[in-house]
Antibody, heavy 111, light 107 residues
Framework: QVQLKESGPGLVKPSETLSLTCTVS????????VSWVRQPPGKGLEWMGV???????AYNSALKSRLSISRDTSKSQVFLKMSSLKTEDTATYYC?????WGQGVMVTVSS | DIQMTQSPPSLSASLGDKVTITCQAS??????IAWYQQKPGKAPGLLIH???TLVSGIPSRFSGSGSGRDYSFSISNVESEDIASYYC?????????FGAGTKLELK
């Protein structure tokens, strides 16, 4: 069945780069898109970006300058990299291929 | 980017009530709106896509409607398991954008 699972560091320092991995199973990354969504504690959902089946990407305008989404189809993995982290980037980060979502990974940005 | 104005921010209902949440887009989104349910500590779950198409397995008490810029999501006969936050998402125009969310509570 379709599954997605996020992994990455739980704590990152301000100004550093966040690297997250979404490992998927049950479908091919060349046939389906995968999105990243984040949610700061106690707040709403924010759409971050998507990598389409053809490998093209689209990003949230507010994050575009700091965000990169890529993939390794041979490993069924999608990567999120976000630079110049701020405390406001503290959030739970989800990868999703509707209707399936990962469980999320909590990332805290703090010195 | 398209802005999604979702209201109300919170809603109090009794079991068996009908509740309605609205989302207004800053421009026509051609019915490309989805609705998600999120319970505390859990990932969101897709309920409805393309305005009114229910995801397989979602109860028929959930429904959606609308066109152009204005859309609504309803739950008829609210049950205790429906207590959650609900979000709209437009996916007509990249980047996709979420509404701010509606927290449904029991009266």
């Amino acid at each position: 069945q379709v599954q997605l699972k996020e992994s990455g560091p739980g704590l990152v320092k301000p100004s550093e780069t966040l690297s997250l991995t979404c490992t998927v199973s049950g479908f091919s990354l060349t046939s389906y898109h995968v999105s990243w969504v984040r949610q700061p504690p106690g707040k709403g959902l924010e759409w971050m970006g998507v990598i389409w089946g053809d490998g093209s990407t689209a990003y949230n305008s507010a994050l575009k300058s700091r965000l990169s989404i890529s993939r390794d189809t041979s490993k069924s993995q999608v990567f999120l990299k976000m630079s110049s982290l701020k405390t406001e980037d503290t959030a739970t980060y989800y990868c999703a291929r509707d209707p399936n979502w990962g469980q999320g990974v909590m990332v805290t940005v703090s010195s | 980017d398209i802005q999604m104005t979702q209201s109300p921010p919170s809603l109090s209902a009794s079991l068996g009530d009908k509740v309605t949440i609205t989302c207004q887009a800053s421009q026509n989104i051609n019915k490309y709106i989805a609705w998600y349910q999120q319970k505390p500590g859990k990932a969101p779950g897709l309920l409805i896509h393309y305005t009114s198409t229910l995801v397989s397995g979602i109860p028929s008490r959930f429904s959606g409607s609308g066109s152009g810029r204005d859309y609504s999501f309803s739950i008829s006969n609210v049950e205790s398991e429906d207590i959650a936050s609900y979000y709209c998402l437009q996916y007509d125009n990249s980047p996709n954008t979420f509404g701010a969310g509606t927290k449904l509570e029991l009266k």
